[in-house]
């Protein structure tokens, strides 16, 4: 039977009114808008006019749940992935107890349903706080038996109860299940169709997020008034006036077109209200999806949205309130909401709770369209719009009100509320949407901190997901790569293509080859097999690993790649123990470990020759503009002691780089400095177009031996260009200069370029300006992200071959065409690094920073990379900046320890889930010492057949940071509207279909988001209103290309802060103990005008000062009392002599030196010019240019996914 037909059983009040609150039951025709989409989300009218009031009879969402009829009760969502109900729901009355006054908690037994009848049998107890939680155990994905429990007896156990509630929502208020903004839309009501019987065994398919309330569709930042409660309305958000027939709590219908059915019709409730009455479900009638917001019985104490932990789901509930087991320690949902203790009273729940019943009217929108506050009537049962003058509450509006220009928040104080004796004790106020109440990333964090940064994480557990980036630990390699090497976006993949389509997650590695270590942890060991070289498959060629299997006494040895047996070579022999395993297994590191490498043969270098040690050349624009603003003199000045550290292997042996000089600006310096000059010799090549390199002996040299002569040449540069008068400068040819020089030495290398300005001498490579803003936004707009000219494309493939990587360094003034100067760093494995504006005095020490890095870094030259996989998978697609001349080798001229490589692949078979599935990345490259070698690392994730295995081992860190690089890759082809259309769309199928498999059917205005990707929206957020794809006025055409090819190589620890900065406040700051202080949420609410918190994204610093900061505070930092005082132009903070500044700096030089790129300190006084940009980072506000809010964006995908599920 259909959401519409539920049996009609008596209610122990008598007939049930027509606005029947248990469900609250929306129209149809889409959510309650009250006003329209605050942000970039046109106002949703629901998906057609022709939508009937309730749920289209006999329509069930869960179109894949075979045989459910019986609707559940929604009350009893209980074993759904803690959904999420954005919004805040009314208290339900559905078989409301025709009382006339309010109706206190306390008259049931502690813990019994909120508002609704009382139970017909006695409540279980709620299970003790501590009691443990244990997710999954059984994963019922797919068709399951119809909800028992719905109209019978509750279940008994208090293990039933737990289970049932183990995946409750975190209720930010008693959620309507069809929560005000989101009024079951296309996604029809349908209790969950086809809940699992409460039992023991069905714990949530994996930790699921829900939150308690309907996403609120819009506004989420008006306090609605509360309506007086004996007042007939249709609820918004409220409980509906407990005498009299109303709308849906929490409901607010979204202003459908008038012809669309009234919220009620007077008929009988069954089908015109869309939910008709069900029978007190013991224990947990009363509110809509009790699970959700006010306590259940079982639960005990009203379950303040996420706030207390529900009983069942007792601390621990995954998505919970202060959720838990499946999430992690307690809270690792609610931010900052304590969870009530299982003793107290079911009393008034504090109103910074996320708490039940929202008052009438107290939902997180605007009280009423027209801004009056006050008395408002609610449509009568029956009528089809509102009455002249009357509040929409809930009733169709002709048309959505045109959304108020800058939404604030208004001050909850000031809005009317209803006396505190019309309403149960627990109904407090709310006054908007509670971002408490929504997944937290700072929670997550923190949580995750606490649950594995203890414990070394040891590798040898094939498909165990490792701690997330921020969270400090120790690996021990004990047969996969480490993390810092390889980071998938699942470690359970799906078995077959079907299964991956249907989830739409992408299959993705993360593979960074030459990532730095922390010092208490071993670098890969170097595996020297002589002559032989390497042992490898006769097959496919994978190298020896610990997925060979050894057999016939050890003679021989099974691919775990492709199965072929291949013999051991007899020098290579060992015999096996009585597991099967060589007795020299722990012996040998490519044995036993994930992570090593092998040196190679001749057979593995260039023209079958080893390699000679790589070169340097720095290649110096010494234009007017690179001379007037200082770049020349200081590159000069650091060159002189910056050529002591370039990298060695050994740091007590000289390193064996040799380097070059190039001056240029319409033509080119080269420069003699051979030890036995005197004096540097320079020779200019005026020929730009046909590029030669004019002296061969003595351009590149050894640094000790001709330093006397390098170190004349530096001093003199700057002399001889102080007072050029040239403006124009080449490019092309000065690539092609140091790539001859290479050429000439037979040898790979690394240029330095130092460049200033677009390149629009005549000279190959000439570019214009070809910055057309009219263009952002159009069809044509991917034309500027793409080279101007095929030149620089054809010049990358040259320098690739000759192994000639290429870092720039832009010091622009104006628009220098980064898009088309970046093709030759970004196919070679190089960097680009801009310093916009450069003024000596506050630029100079990060680039030097930057330059000093840049050079000294461990690389490796050469190289070429192949990621083999076992059978049934394969990679298909690469991103990252380097160049490809086959379907499978990536090749790299350059590759730093900051680089990475990132590979998705694809089914082409069917996977097992005994063998699960491999991967083996293999880099050959010759170290900066001259040696050819192989760095080998191997990863082994499981295989499943049930979509929730797959949800449960997700990891979303690395999702983003695949889905910002295919992103930033296709607006190269297409317009950046599509390519965000696209995201967001798979963003909602991803969820939509761990809703429709994997959670427990529950109401449609619930979120349900899985447990570990509960961030996925609100990080997904982020990188659709960034730069790249929702550009601001004043972001120019060359920020966007260089900030795309930059996230193009991160790695997932510096995508993670870059498009969720992180925040912290420092007025919490512990001198003693110097560890840092919990960060916050990127929000302006979050800020406090007392305080002073330092905002970090991997390029950026910001230090900002709260108008009324304390004086010691202030004089702590900037030796000044005075706010008035503080100098926003610094770009470092004073040294002073008190505990407090000597932490404040030690923790900006620590954060520093966690992120590949320096980042300069910007001091942002509260209410002054520069706090504009500092905004831009608080990204889960509303932006400037049309980015929505956290909160916005959530009630934008829960649209989406309705629509998908309807």
């Given at each position: 039977?259909?959401?519409?037909?539920?049996?009609?059983?008596?209610?122990?009040?008598?007939?049930?009114?027509?606005?029947?609150?248990?469900?609250?039951?929306?129209?149809?025709?889409?959510?309650?808008?009250?006003?329209?989409?605050?942000?970039?989300?046109?106002?949703?009218?629901?998906?057609?006019?022709?939508?009937?009031?309730?749920?289209?009879?006999?329509?069930?969402?869960?179109?894949?749940?075979?045989?459910?009829?019986l609707t559940t009760n929604l009350v009893s969502d209980l074993s759904s992935s803690s959904p999420l109900d954005l919004g805040m729901r009314g208290p339900p009355t559905s078989g409301a107890p025709p009382v006339s006054g309010a109706q206190n908690y306390s008259q049931f037994g502690q813990g019994e349903t909120?508002?609704?009848?009382?139970?017909?049998?006695?409540?279980?107890?709620?299970?003790?706080?501590?009691?443990?939680?244990?997710?999954?155990?059984?994963?019922?994905?797919?068709?399951?038996?119809?909800?028992?429990?719905?109209?019978?007896?509750?279940?008994?156990?208090?293990?039933?109860?737990?289970?049932?509630?183990?995946?409750?929502?975190?209720?930010?208020?008693?959620?309507?299940?069809?929560?005000?903004?989101?009024?079951?839309?296309?996604?029809?009501?349908?209790?969950?169709?086809?809940?699992?019987?409460?039992?023991?065994?069905?714990?949530?398919?994996?930790?699921?997020?829900?939150?308690?309330?309907?996403?609120?569709?819009?506004?989420?930042?008006?306090?609605?008034?509360p309506l007086p409660t004996s007042q007939p309305s249709a609820f918004p958000a409220g409980p509906p006036p407990t005498s009299t027939p109303s709308q849906l709590p929490g409901v607010i219908q979204p202003q459908p077109p008038v012809s669309q059915p009234p919220p009620y019709h007077s008929g009988p409730p069954?089908?015109?209200?869309?939910?008709?009455?069900?029978?007190?479900?013991?224990?947990?009638?009363?509110?809509?999806?009790?699970?959700?917001?006010?306590?259940?019985?079982?639960?005990?104490?009203?379950?303040?949205?996420?706030?207390?932990?529900?009983?069942?789901?007792?601390?621990?509930?995954?998505?919970?309130?202060?959720?838990?087991?499946?999430?992690?320690?307690?809270?690792?949902?609610?931010?900052?909401?304590?969870?009530?203790?299982?003793?107290?009273?079911?009393?008034?729940?504090?109103?910074?709770?996320?708490g039940p019943p929202p008052q009438p009217g107290m939902q997180g929108y605007p009280a009423q369209q027209n801004g009056?506050?006050?008395?408002?009537?609610?449509?009568?049962?029956?009528?089809?719009?509102?009455?002249?003058?009357?509040?929409?509450?809930?009733?169709?509006s002709t048309a959505p009100a045109p959304a108020p220009a800058a939404p604030k928040r208004l001050d909850p104080d000031s809005i009317p509320s209803p006396q505190a004796s019309d309403m149960p004790p627990v109904q407090k106020t709310r006054h908007r949407i509670d971002p408490d109440a929504i997944p937290s990333p700072i929670q997550v964090i923190e949580d995750d901190k606490a649950n594995k940064g203890s414990e070394p994480f040891t590798t040898g557990v094939r498909g165990q997901a490792p701690p997330l980036v921020t969270t400090k630990f120790q690996v021990k390699d004990q047969g996969n790569a480490s993390p810092r090497y390889i980071r998938c976006t699942s470690y359970n993949m799906p078995c077959n293509s079907d299964m991956a389509k249907q989830s739409q997650v992408p299959l993705a590695a993360v593979i960074k080859p030459l990532a730095p270590l922390p010092p208490d942890e071993t670098p890969p060991y170097l595996v020297d097999h002589g002559e032989s070289g390497p042992i490898r498959c006769n097959r496919c060629k994978a190298y020896m690993c610990p997925y060979m299997q050894f057999i016939e006494g050890g003679r021989r040895f099974q691919c775990g790649f492709c199965s072929c047996v291949t013999e051991?070579?007899?020098?290579?022999?060992?015999?096996?123990?009585?597991?099967?395993?060589?007795?020299?297994?722990?012996?040998?590191?490519?044995?036993?470990?994930?992570?090593?490498?092998?040196?190679?043969?001749?057979?593995?270098?260039?023209?079958?020759?080893?390699?000679?040690?790589?070169?340097?050349?720095?290649?110096?624009?010494?234009?007017?503009?690179?001379?007037?603003?200082?770049?020349?003199?200081?590159?000069?000045?650091?060159?002189?002691?910056?050529?002591?550290?370039?990298?060695?292997?050994?740091?007590?042996?000289?390193?064996?780089?040799?380097?070059?000089?190039?001056?240029?600006?319409?033509?080119l310096h080269f420069y003699n400095v051979k030890a036995s000059l005197a004096q540097p010799q320079m020779m200019v090549v005026s020929d730009v177009a046909d590029m030669f390199v004019p002296l061969l002996d003595g351009f590149l040299v050894n640094v000790s031996e001709s330093r006397v002569v390098i170190e004349s040449l530096l001093d003199q540069i700057p002399e001889m260009f102080a007072d050029t008068r040239e403006t124009e400068t080449v490019f092309g040819p000065v690539i092609q200069a140091g790539l001859e020089a290479l050429k000439a030495a037979d040898c790979a290398g690394k240029l330095f370029v130092f460049h200033s300005s677009l390149p629009i001498a005549e000279a190959p490579g000439k570019l214009k300006n070809r910055e057309d803003k009219k263009l952002v936004g159009t069809d044509k707009e991917k034309s500027l992200f793409q080279p101007q000219v095929s030149f620089y494309n054809t010049l990358a493939k040259e320098c690739v071959a000759q192994g000639c990587c290429v870092d720039l360094f832009l010091f622009p003034n104006q628009y220098v065409d980064v898009a088309t100067l970046g093709v030759v760093p970004t196919s070679t494995g190089g960097s680009i690094y801009k310093y916009t504006y450069f003024q000596a005095p506050s630029d100079q020490e990060r680039f030097l920073n930057d330059l000093r890095r840049d050079v000294q870094k461990q690389m490796g030259f050469d190289a070429v990379m192949r990621v083999r996989t076992s059978t049934g998978?394969?990679?298909?697609?690469?991103?990252?900046?380097?160049?490809?001349?086959?379907?499978?080798?990536?090749?790299?001229?350059?590759?730093?320890?900051?680089?990475?490589?990132?590979?998705?692949?694809?089914?082409?078979?069917?996977?097992?889930?005994?063998?699960?599935?491999?991967?083996?990345?293999?880099?050959?490259?010759?170290?900066?010492?001259?040696?050819?070698?192989?760095?080998?690392?191997?990863?082994?994730?499981?295989?499943?057949?049930?979509?929730?295995?797959?949800?449960?081992?997700?990891?979303?860190?690395?999702?983003?940071?695949?889905?910002?690089?295919?992103?930033?890759?296709?607006?190269?082809?297409?317009?950046?509207?599509?390519?965000?259309?696209s995201l967001m769309n798979q963003c909602a199928q991803i969820l939509a279909?761990?809703?429709?498999?994997?959670?427990?059917?529950?109401?449609?205005?619930?979120?349900?988001?899985?447990?570990?990707?509960?961030?996925?929206?609100?990080?997904?957020?982020?990188?659709?209103?960034?730069?790249?794809?929702?550009?601001?006025?004043?972001?120019?055409?060359?920020?966007?290309?260089?900030?795309?090819?930059?996230?193009?190589?991160?790695?997932?620890?510096?995508?993670?802060?870059?498009?969720?900065?992180?925040?912290?406040?420092?007025?919490?700051?512990?001198?003693?103990?110097?560890?840092?202080?919990?960060?916050?949420?990127?929000?302006?609410?979050?800020?406090?005008?007392?305080?002073?918190?330092?905002?970090?994204?991997?390029?950026?610093?910001?230090?900002?000062?709260?108008?009324?900061?304390?004086?010691?505070?202030?004089?702590n930092i900037f030796g000044t009392p005075a706010f008035s005082q503080i100098d926003s132009n610094m770009t470092s903070l004073p040294a002073l002599d008190n505990p407090f500044s000597k932490s404040l700096r030690e923790i900006i030089e620590s954060v520093r030196a966690q992120r590949s790129r320096y980042m300069k300190l910007m001091v942002v006084k509260q209410e002054d010019k520069l706090e504009l940009i500092f905004k831009h980072f608080l990204v889960e506000d509303k932006n400037n240019n049309g980015g929505a809010s956290y909160v916005d964006f959530l009630c934008h995908m829960h649209k989406e996914i309705r629509q998908l599920l309807s």
């Open positions: 039977m259909n959401v519409n037909q539920q049996p009609h059983m008596a209610s122990p009040y008598g007939q049930p009114q027509p606005g029947y609150q248990g469900y609250p039951q929306p129209g149809y025709g889409g959510d309650n808008v009250p006003s329209g989409y605050p942000a970039q989300y046109a106002p949703y009218n629901g998906p057609g006019s022709a939508y009937q009031q309730g749920p289209p009879q006999g329509y069930s969402p869960y179109a894949s749940f075979p045989s459910k009829t909120q508002n609704g009848p009382p139970p017909m049998v006695a409540p279980p107890q709620r299970p003790p706080v501590s009691q443990p939680y244990t997710p999954a155990a059984v994963n019922l994905p797919g068709p399951q038996p119809t909800y028992g429990q719905q109209y019978g007896a509750p279940p008994v156990s208090m293990q039933q109860m737990t289970n049932q509630m183990a995946s409750m929502q975190v209720g930010s208020t008693a959620p309507s299940p069809a929560g005000p903004g989101y009024a079951p839309q296309s996604f029809p009501q349908a209790p969950p169709v086809s809940q699992p019987p409460f039992s023991t065994a069905q714990v949530q398919p994996g930790p699921t997020q829900s939150y308690g309330r309907p996403l609120p569709s819009t506004q989420p930042s008006f306090p609605r008034p069954p089908t015109s209200t869309g939910f008709p009455p069900r029978p007190p479900f013991h224990g947990m009638q009363g509110l809509p999806m009790t699970s959700q917001g006010p306590p259940m019985a079982s639960q005990g104490p009203p379950m303040a949205s996420q706030g207390p932990p529900m009983a069942s789901q007792g601390p621990q509930m995954g998505s919970q309130g202060p959720p838990m087991g499946s999430q992690g320690p307690p809270m690792a949902q609610a931010n900052h909401i304590l969870p009530t203790q299982p003793g107290m009273p079911p009393g008034p729940i504090n109103t910074s709770l996320s009056a506050f006050g008395q408002v009537r609610g449509p009568q049962p029956g009528y089809t719009g509102p009455y002249p003058g009357q509040q929409n509450y809930g009733a169709p051991v070579p007899p020098h290579y022999f060992q015999h096996l123990d009585h597991t099967g395993k060589r007795v020299d297994c722990y012996d040998r590191p490519e044995l036993s470990m994930g992570s090593y490498e092998f040196m190679t043969t001749v057979d593995y270098c260039k023209n079958n020759k080893f390699p000679q040690p790589p070169a340097f050349i720095f290649l110096i624009d010494v234009s007017y503009n690179a001379v007037k603003n200082g770049m020349v003199g200081i590159v000069c000045q650091e060159l002189k002691t910056l050529l002591d550290y370039l990298p060695r292997e050994n740091p007590d042996v000289e390193s064996n780089i040799r380097v070059g000089f190039v001056t240029y600006n319409k033509v998978i394969r990679v298909t697609d690469f991103f990252g900046s380097f160049f490809m001349s086959n379907t499978t080798d990536v090749e790299l001229a350059g590759l730093d320890c900051d680089k990475t490589v990132t590979v998705e692949f694809k089914h082409d078979d069917k996977l097992s889930e005994e063998t699960g599935a491999l991967m083996q990345c293999a880099v050959l490259y010759t170290s900066c010492s001259g040696q050819r070698r192989l760095r080998i690392h191997n990863m082994a994730v499981n295989c499943c057949s049930q979509l929730a295995d797959l949800y449960r081992n997700c990891e979303t860190d690395t999702i983003i940071n695949y889905f910002a690089k295919y992103a930033y890759r296709s607006i190269l082809s297409s317009p950046t509207k599509n390519v965000r259309d279909c761990y809703r429709k498999n994997c959670a427990s059917p529950s109401s449609a205005g619930q979120l349900i988001l899985p447990e570990c990707m509960k961030l996925l929206p609100v990080y997904l957020n982020c990188v659709l209103k960034s730069d790249v794809l929702q550009p601001g006025a004043d972001v120019s055409l060359d920020d966007r290309a260089y900030l795309r090819q930059l996230v193009s190589t991160m790695d997932v620890a510096e995508s993670h802060v870059f498009f969720y900065p992180r925040l912290l406040p420092l007025q919490k700051l512990d001198v003693e103990s110097m560890t840092l202080p919990m960060a916050v949420r990127d929000s302006e609410e979050r800020l406090s005008r007392g305080g002073v918190y330092l905002l970090e994204n991997g390029l950026n610093i910001f230090l900002w000062v709260g108008v009324s900061a304390q004086q010691e505070l202030l004089q």
